[in-house]
């Protein structure tokens, strides 16, 4: 178990030395490839073999199942990401600049792998303001007027929004030391301990603050604004990081805390305020999606509308609920990533990020279009994929919740947004042909073997949802507090 | 907890400094000079640092004098410093398009003051500490977290911006030396460490905004919409 933590925690760091060193664009790709395999491999077989949480340092670190099955789903869009970056960022013929973005890339997987290790919530803040720090240079890494407004909106949207949970952890610090006293180590367990006799005000202020602080880092609607900007400006392999591998990290914290309000049986407050969050994404992200002309924007807002679902089967709770939600997470990570690849070669054929101007899209990719397509059908949860069964799970959690309102609201959600998302589609790959020829090149097989690479997976966990990882959600779903 | 029972000295000046903080952040509001904000922010840390200093020999928490000397060394001369030399490559004095005049921008930020201190004294009420040190650190803390919030939404110049979230960071350094100062020490010291880095990225990140938007003020940042 050391040996795979360590393997995950140093390979990025190697990768980001290699960058360095031999400042050759070539040898950071492929560097940076291989410690995402390495990372890869040593993150699968983890979740699974963890009984009971680890410490390492002197109790600030923790590897627990739900922290693994977060460390599992970045590092799978992590490989998946270094693979389509070879392709894609060699097309801006800029190989001194190649060697900056695969340190920044590689940081940026290390920060999000380290983050679910934090044992402390001090030092998961700190983990998740890291992230921030590094992503908003990749962000920004085009240099184009668009892509500095939206990493400078980026930094600061998120920077204010989690000094929010600063003050919460600060709040809750501080409730906790009128229970403990003065001085004590302040872990996720330790609060769930002392929850039950921390003053219940201090507690759901607390919560409320984080649940917004961490909130905008997720992406969570109306704190969402800087999402679509950031996702949609960056290049395509980190929208992918920033899609599948960055909000999930940001939600494992809400629910650790949400775990340690449960603890005190302070009513239903949390969970209805994250419910009434997931419902407001879901239903921001159905409009602008309807509404849409940017490709990446369009994808942008449904991750908006993921993290929705995502937070509403976390907060409708019980096993269903959190094993539904746990699964859609790696589900959404496998599938954003296939969309926002396919959405990267379209852009870069077509020299255009405007739907308008995107069609007949089979014409120019006959097979990754087709992946592309796919994974669309997928995106909306339609069946046979993974992403139906996770949200037919979290709806199922919903009907049987206090919150049935949301539920039904989600239903009808999620049907617009299969007529919309879909629609958009259609004219993309149905539409009238446009007057001029794409000339634009893109990334070839590089390009195309991600996308096999996420839509597989993603069709067998639509098809069978392994037994293994039932027991495992289940186990998480205890851990975190939910009666059996 | 130390602020309970606190000797009526060692109160008067934590209140004495948690005000004088609150005042400093009005000040900024007040300005439209730019200079005039990072001064404010420089004695508002400094001050800062005095309060983590007394807090330490009050309350016998000795490493408190190292974060003291921390706070005085990245928040007060580091973090000034670095934002003098943003000022001086930008050369821009002033925010130019006033969102908010100052003399409306200080009644918004004692409207924000009031209803800190409504929260504050509802808290205090509810947790049974209503000792007056308890309530003031908790109403200068939220005050200067809806006054850095006030100031990133009616001022748009980059500075400003930058300005605005060290605001809300130190109305949490702030209340949570006098509320919790046993804190772990290493927890304390990375967020500093996290500050300096934040501030080193927005400088190069202004720089990028300088030469490949043209301007630094977020009113021109509208490409991104819908």
Not at chain 1, 264 to 273: E, F, S
Request: charged share 10%; aromatic share 10%; proline share 5%.
């Amino acid at each position: 178990m050391t040996f795979e933590l360590c393997v995950i925690v140093i390979a990025p760091l190697v990768a980001i030395l290699a960058a360095g060193v031999p400042p050759r664009s070539r040898v950071a790709e492929y560097v940076n490839l291989l410690a995402s395999l390495a990372v890869l491999l040593a993150a699968l077989p983890l979740p699974f073999r963890i009984r009971s949480p680890l410490f390492y340092w002197g109790g600030y670190v923790i590897v627990d199942q739900l922290g693994a099955w977060g460390m599992l789903c970045t590092a799978v869009v992590y490989f998946l990401a270094s693979i389509y970056a070879v392709g894609y960022m060699r097309l801006m013929d800029r190989p001194k600049r190649l060697v900056n973005f695969y340190a920044l890339f590689a940081a940026f997987a290390w920060t999000m792998l380290v983050a679910p290790l934090m044992n402390n919530p001090g030092v998961f803040w700190i983990a998740i303001e890291l992230t921030t720090l590094v992503s908003t240079f990749l962000v920004g890494f085009e240099r184009e007027a668009e892509s500095m407004e939206a990493a400078w909106k980026y930094i600061i949207v998120v920077s204010a929004g989690i000094s929010l949970a600063l003050l919460g952890t600060v709040l809750l610090y501080w409730g906790g030391s009128l229970v403990l006293g003065p001085t004590y180590d302040m872990t996720w367990q330790v609060l769930r301990d002392v929850a039950p006799r921390m003053n219940p005000v201090l507690l759901k202020l607390g919560f409320l603050l984080v649940l917004v602080g961490y909130g905008t880092k997720v992406g969570l609607a109306p704190m969402h604004t800087w999402l679509p900007d950031a996702h949609s400006e960056g290049p395509a392999p980190v929208s992918a990081m920033l899609s599948g591998a960055l909000l999930n990290t940001a939600m494992l914290g809400i629910v650790r805390y949400l775990a340690v309000t449960d603890a005190a049986g302070i009513g239903l407050l949390p969970r209805t305020a994250l419910v009434v969050l997931g419902i407001l994404s879901v239903f921001v992200g159905a409009l602008f999606i309807v509404r849409q002309e940017g490709v990446k924007r369009l994808m942008a807002y449904s991750s908006v509308e993921h993290m929705g679902i995502l937070a509403l089967g976390f907060g409708f709770g019980g096993v269903l609920g959190v094993a539904g939600a746990l699964y859609h997470m790696l589900n959404h990570s496998l599938n954003k990533s296939l969309m926002f690849f396919g959405a990267g070669n379209v852009m870069r054929r077509y020299g255009t990020k405007e739907m308008p101007d995107i069609r007949r899209v089979l014409s120019e990719f006959p097979v990754s279009g087709l992946l592309w397509l796919a994974g669309a059908v997928a995106i909306t949860g339609a069946p046979p994929f993974g992403t139906f069964l996770g949200e037919f799970s979290i709806l199922r959690a919903g009907f049987g919740s206090p919150n049935v309102w949301a539920a039904l609201i989600m239903l009808v959600l999620l049907i617009v947004i299969f007529i919309g998302f879909l629609n958009h589609f259609r004219a993309m790959y149905f539409g009238r042909k446009p007057e001029t020829l794409p000339a634009g090149r893109w990334g070839g097989g590089w390009c195309a073997v991600p996308m096999w690479l996420a839509l597989v997976p993603l069709l067998v966990l639509g098809l069978w949802w392994p037994e293994r990882l039932l027991t495992l959600f289940t186990a998480i779903a205890h851990g975190l507090g939910v009666p059996s | 907890m130390l602020a309970v029972h606190l000797d009526p000295l060692a109160a008067s000046l934590f209140s004495l400094i948690a005000i004088a903080s609150m005042l400093l952040s009005f000040v900024m509001l007040g300005s439209r000079w730019l200079k005039d904000y990072m001064y404010a922010f420089g004695v508002q840390s400094w001050l800062i640092a005095l309060l983590s200093a007394l807090v330490g020999y009050y309350g016998h928490y000795p490493e408190l004098y190292l974060v003291a000397i921390f706070t005085l060394l990245f928040r007060g001369l580091l973090l000034p410093y670095l934002v003098m030399r943003i000022l001086q490559r930008l050369r821009v004095e002033r925010e130019l398009h006033l969102i908010l005049r100052p003399s409306a921008s200080l009644v918004a930020g004692a409207a924000c003051a009031l209803f800190a201190l409504l929260v504050a004294s509802r808290v205090g009420a509810a947790i049974g500490l209503t000792q007056n040190i308890v309530v003031l650190a908790l109403m200068v803390m939220l005050t200067m977290k809806l006054v850095g919030f006030l100031m990133l939404s009616v001022r748009h110049e980059a500075v400003s911006q930058i300005l605005g979230l060290l605001l809300l960071e130190n109305g949490i350094f702030l209340g949570s030396q006098i509320l919790i100062p046993g804190m772990p020490l290493l927890i304390e010291l990375v967020i500093l460490f996290d500050l300096l880095v934040a501030v080193a990225c927005f400088g190069v990140l202004v720089r990028y905004l300088m030469t490949h938007v043209g301007s630094t003020s977020s009113l021109d940042l509208k490409r991104l919409v819908g």
